[in-house]
């Protein structure tokens, strides 16, 4: 089968048959962890996004639409079997002993089928485009799933990829000149995140009292002051870049006080512009010359 077009688009999650076509480098991270991920009926005391950690277990809640809650909680590898085995009710006591609300909601769950084990790793593609080629999504940069990141950065990548291209068709310009752009406001972005999201990833991969003790107070600190808890969400979310400093780090474990609260218009500042999502808007005249094209060709 051949197929013409303008434009392809790879977005088939980690494993991404356009990025090969691109012969892409990726670097790979895995962990020594594995995560639970199932979705179920919430009450209705469960309507924000919301992390539980205690000891060495871990419950990442976050609501969806229709009562819906999607959860991800972290097990060793060795732990699969041994809960399968012992039955669901293993699982259920799992999430009540860190979520008392959720007894009555989580036996909706019937049967292991509906539970997804996922083995976590991250990587980054070295490239997210190539002549009339684009990648995005996991295809590009797959990311530890502990805060729910990568489909942020998804969405992100859609939006800023969508808007070159409908600028391109509306003003005449070739896709495979313009889509450089693309790449330039997406890959440093996502490779940001990406290392915040190993970092917290890191945090989870040890088990000693000191690490689970100072994991507890820097998730106590990050909730409790205003500035930490905006910085990091901030950044996290993908709509601003305020990296860490050393002073956050001393904040974060309570050896520093917490910095003061910001006002509406500190955080809007820090929050990324127009300018810089759609940077082609303003720098038109750098971009190359329109002309003629026929499109890419691709065998399948």
């Known amino acids: 089968m051949r197929v013409e077009a303008d434009l392809f688009v790879g977005a088939e999650g980690r494993v991404s048959r356009m990025r090969e076509e691109m012969s892409t480098k990726t670097r790979r991270s895995d962990y020594n962890h594995h995560f639970l991920t199932v979705s179920f009926d919430r ?4 309507d924000e996004a919301t992390i539980i950690s205690r000891g060495s277990r871990f419950l990442g809640l976050f609501p969806l639409p229709d009562h819906q809650v999607r959860t991800v909680f972290l097990i060793r590898p060795d732990e699969f079997k041994a809960m399968r085995r012992e039955g669901l ?3 259920y006591q ?5 979520r008392p609300d959720l007894s009555g909601y989580v036996e909706g769950i ?3 089928q509906e539970i997804q084990l996922m083995i976590p790793f991250r990587h980054n593609a070295d490239r997210y485009c190539r002549d009339n080629i684009a990648i995005l999504g996991d295809a590009a940069h797959n990311v530890h799933p502990m805060a729910g990141e990568g489909m942020n950065m998804a969405i992100q990548d859609a939006d800023i990829l969508g808007h070159l291209v409908s600028w391109s068709y509306e003003h005449g310009r070739p896709i495979d000149d313009t889509l450089s752009w693309y790449e330039r406001v997406r890959q440093g972005r996502a490779r940001f995140i990406s290392e915040l999201s190993h970092l917290s990833a890191l ?4 088990d000693g009292d000191l690490v689970q003790r100072a994991r507890s107070r820097v998730l106590q600190r990050i909730e409790q002051s205003d500035y930490l808890h905006f910085k990091y969400m901030l950044n996290i979310s993908g709509l601003g870049e305020w ?3 050393l002073f956050d780090r001393f904040r974060q474990l309570g050896l520093l006080p917490a910095e003061r609260s910001l006002s509406k218009a500190e955080r809007l500042a820090r929050r990324f512009r127009s300018r810089e999502d759609y940077p082609w808007l303003s720098q038109a005249d750098n971009l190359a010359a329109p002309g003629s094209t026929n499109g890419g060709v691709k065998d399948a």
Do not use: D, I
């Not at 009450?43 to 469960?46: G, Q, V």
């Not at 945090?203 to 040890?206: E, V, W």
């Open 94 to 98: 799992e999430y009540r002993e860190l």
């Open 43 to 46: 009450p209705e005391t469960l």
């Open 203 to 206: 945090a989870y991969s040890y």
């Open 243 to 245: 990296p860490e400093t």
């Open 89 to 91: 009710e293993r699982f």
């Open 110 to 112: 019937r049967k292991w």
